[in-house]
């Protein structure tokens, strides 16, 4: 299939050294744990959906690492997540909303801002992994990690420590053309001497003429937007129609939010600091992290879990209010104590609507509740 041109991208297109990869991660004798790297747009995201539509019949679950808060495979924008999957997927060429075994709110879409943090939501959700399907053989499954596609400069650093930290028994490298925007071949992040996993390099799947890989381009900006679209439309039932956002945004603003009492959560702002007497008010329209707090676990970190997210769409400072509209069940929000604040905006097709005033702009906020 070396040649095929990105018009055939309806539908997947599967190069035999890809079908081959996969087929050799599959027949490994022992629940592996894979992980998949290489350069932006080179087919991580679809190479791992295929690996794990093949892994399922074996296996019937599959755990997946989401690393990628710019474009989570399962997530909404801001996630690190892990997951366990048990029904194969029906569309390898896009990604999917659902549930979560266990989630991190990192609050923005590249780890730039915070490496550290970055890694220690990656490490909590592997600690979560090895210690709840690694530890008893009747529980062991395989695990698919879908790196992100920084691999140079502060980005590669990142993916050396994610992989020794990690310790995987497959890494599958997809290479394009251009050599320099590769990582290194072989074992990089290991020390010469040491003996690390099978190493399976594949191509990028489209080529030209030329036999030089053809990156398709995603419009990552309208794939977050539609994320978070997606995410929140989880606050109707299925069968109500909401076909265009405007119909969504008129939907949310006479959805009755939740009532949560100022007294009763803690705010964390991720990215930067708000003066103390500012910290309601710049809740206010914004996207937030529902989190529980935890203790410090063995490995030093204390990083809550995420049960979904919520958009503020009033302050009440005088009664102590926040009002919040949440696709996530009462019973999981029932122990949220935490808000947690990153950069992630409420989609722009959602707040600037023809026609109808923005719900959730501090001037218009409470009069429809
Ligand atoms: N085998 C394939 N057949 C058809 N289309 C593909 C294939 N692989 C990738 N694509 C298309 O190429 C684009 C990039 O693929 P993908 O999202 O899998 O890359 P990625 O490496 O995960 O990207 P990122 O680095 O942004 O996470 C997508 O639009 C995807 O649908």
């Known amino acids: 299939m070396a040649g095929a041109s990105p018009s055939a991208r309806a539908e997947v297109v599967v190069p035999l050294d890809w079908a081959g990869a996969a087929a050799t991660v599959s027949s490994e004798p022992a629940p592996p744990v894979v992980v998949v790297c290489g350069p932006k747009n080179a087919g991580k995201s679809t190479f791992s959906r295929l690996l794990l539509n093949l892994l399922l019949p074996r296996y019937g679950r599959v755990g997946y690492l989401d690393t990628d808060v710019g474009q989570p495979e399962f997530s909404p924008p801001g996630c690190l997540s892990f997951h366990v999957v048990d029904k194969a997927f029906s569309d390898l060429l896009n990604p999917s909303l659902r549930e979560t075994e266990r989630c991190c709110f990192f609050g923005d879409i590249s780890s730039k801002r915070d490496p550290e943090t970055y890694l220690n939501c990656l490490f909590h959700l592997y600690d979560y992994f090895v210690e709840k399907y690694r530890c008893s053989v009747s529980e062991t ?35 394009i053309s251009v050599q320099s925007k590769n990582l290194p071949d072989g074992m990089f992040w290991l020390d010469c001497g040491q003996t690390g996993p099978n190493m399976i390099n594949i191509d990028a799947p489209f080529r030209d003429s030329m036999n030089r890989s053809l990156l398709i381009q995603k419009d990552s900006y309208g794939m977050r937007e539609c994320r978070l679209v ?13 076909t265009t956002n405007k119909e969504l945004a008129y939907a949310l603003t006479s959805l009755p939010p939740y ?22 008010h710049s809740l206010n329209a914004t996207i937030v992290g529902l989190a529980i707090s935890c203790g410090t676990t063995e490995a030093g970190r204390s990083i809550p879990w995420c049960v979904g997210l919520g958009i503020v769409r009033g302050v009440d400072v ?16 029932q122990r949220v104590d935490l808000l947690l604040q990153g950069l992630i905006e409420i989609p722009k097709s959602l707040l600037q609507v023809r026609g109808c005033v923005s719900p959730y702009m501090p001037t218009n906020v409470l009069h429809k509740i």
Not at 164 to 172: D, F, G, H, K, N
Not at 260 to 273: A, E, K, P, R, T
Request: glycine share 4%; hydrophobic share 45%; charged share 15%.
């Open 141 to 175: 499954i395989p695990l698919i990690v879908n790196t992100p596609g920084w691999v140079k400069g502060a980005g590669f650093d990142m993916l050396v420590e994610m992989l020794r930290y990690i310790c995987p028994t497959i890494v599958v490298q997809i290479r």
């Open 230 to 242: 997606e995410y929140f439309k989880q606050c109707f039932p299925s069968d109500i129609s909401l």
């Open 259 to 280: 009532e949560v009492s100022i007294s009763d959560v803690m705010v964390i702002h991720l990215h930067f600091q708000v003066p103390r007497s500012e910290v309601w």
């Open 318 to 333: 005088q009664r102590g209010i926040l009002y919040v509209i949440t696709p996530v069940p009462l019973k999981h929000l």
